[in-house]
Nanobody, 121 residues
Framework: QVQLVESGGGLVQAGGSLRLSCAVS????????YAWYRQAPGKQRELVSS???????KYTDSVKGRFTIFRDNAKNTVYLQMNSLKPEDTAVYYC???????????????WGQGTQVTVSS
């Protein structure tokens, strides 16, 4: 059983930055892909960014150029650096372990508990 624990959320003004962290419990961290999703009130959960085993990345169009996903295999942690935040980025952000290939990212049933990000205007 794998556990994912997110941290780093909070309240920030528009234009500010936050770095989210997702600590993964299993030693098999380095052989899995990961992703960040978000869910705003009244909306469906959406894929924000994903990273492959080898460090390839994908982003949804609305965050390209502002968000960066990266991983530290030595720390079993995946990060999401969020810059130039906008009020529309407000959501609960979730980490997921899954599969990444050329066609996209495929989530597993392993999710973290989520961390709230609120961007004020």
């Amino acid at each position: 059983q794998v556990q994912l624990v997110e941290s780093g959320g909070g309240l920030v003004q528009a234009g500010g930055s936050l770095r989210l962290s997702c600590a993964v419990s299993r030693s098999s961290f380095s052989i899995n892909a990961y992703a960040w999703y978000r869910q705003a009130p009244g909306k469906q959960r959406e894929l924000v960014s994903s990273i492959s085993i080898g460090g390839l990345t994908k982003y949804t169009d609305s965050v390209k150029g502002r968000f960066t996903i990266f991983r530290d295999n030595a720390k079993n942690t995946v990060y999401l650096q969020m810059n130039s935040l906008k009020p529309e980025d407000t959501a609960v952000y979730y980490c997921n372990q899954g599969v990444y290939d050329s066609r996209g990212y495929y989530p597993s049933n392993y999710w973290g508990q989520g961390t709230q990000v609120t961007v004020s205007s």
